[in-house]
């Protein structure tokens, strides 16, 4: 099973793969910002960066991925992408599984924002071996993810879910403590990679 768990995490880190996975989540943070594009066009200036969660969680990742293709780390994207990969992708697995409790049917687009924003968490959850992230990083992530919490839920800059509209209070809630427990989620990586986090070498991309 170790041997297993090994090959994986060198075949995650294999070239040409890497290359493939930045091309998926780089058109599909084009993609969920122009699936927020609706949203974006009656949103205030100074709350644009906060909106769009998902296609940014995929951006910060789509920028780690390239800076692995060239041998470099960022404890700080690394930090951001693992966090936001998992809260965003398990948020929006609940909301549209909400959805289907709420209406009864999703249809196939739901179920496709299904799939692939569990593949988001996932693909953190898979690359833990592999992110370089320290403390700071974690503690900068964590006031940018409890900080677009209260724009999202106390400026009322959530994702519009209209059939979810009567649960708001609800669902800020339980991602208030989505955040806190991907933030620990995310202290323990960084104590797990600690003696890892100072040796950022090109010797993890094959």
Same mark, same amino acid.
Request: glycine share 6%.
């Given at each position: 099973m ?27 943070t ?16 100074k ?13 910060? *990742?789509?920028?780690? &991925?390239g800076?692995? =293709?060239?041998?470099? #780390? ?8 693992? /966090? !936001?990969?998992?809260k965003?992708?398990l ?16 249809g ?9 924003? *569990?593949?988001?968490? &996932?693909?953190?959850? =898979?690359?833990?071996? #592999? ?8 503690? /900068? !992530? ?22 979810l ?5 609800q ?14 989620f ?15 070498t ?5």
């Amino acid at each position: 099973m170790f041997s297993l768990m090994q090959n994986l995490s060198a075949w995650l880190m294999y070239r040409p793969f890497l290359l493939l996975l930045f091309i998926v989540n780089l058109l599909g943070t084009i993609y969920g910002y122009i699936w927020y594009g609706w949203q974006l066009k009656i949103t205030e200036p100074k709350f644009l960066l906060f909106v769009p969660d998902s296609p940014t969680a995929s951006l910060f *990742f789509t920028i780690v &991925l390239g800076l692995w =293709l060239i041998g470099k #780390h960022s404890s700080l994207f690394e930090a951001l992408a693992f /966090i !936001t990969l998992i809260k965003y992708g398990l948020w929006a697995v609940v909301m549209n599984l909400l959805t289907l409790w709420q209406v009864g049917e999703i249809g196939w687009m739901g179920w496709m924002l299904i799939g692939s924003h *569990f593949a988001m968490a &996932l693909q953190a959850v =898979l690359y833990i071996d #592999h992110f370089r992230f320290g403390w700071w990083a974690v503690a /900068i !992530t964590a006031v940018w993810t409890l900080h677009n919490d209260v724009i999202d839920y106390v400026f009322g800059q959530m994702p519009i879910y209209s059939s979810l509209n009567d649960y708001s209070a609800q669902i800020g809630y339980f991602t208030f403590w989505l955040s806190i427990g991907c933030i620990a989620f995310a202290c323990f990586v960084a104590h797990l990679n600690d003696p890892k986090a100072y040796q950022l070498t090109n010797t993890d991309v094959s």
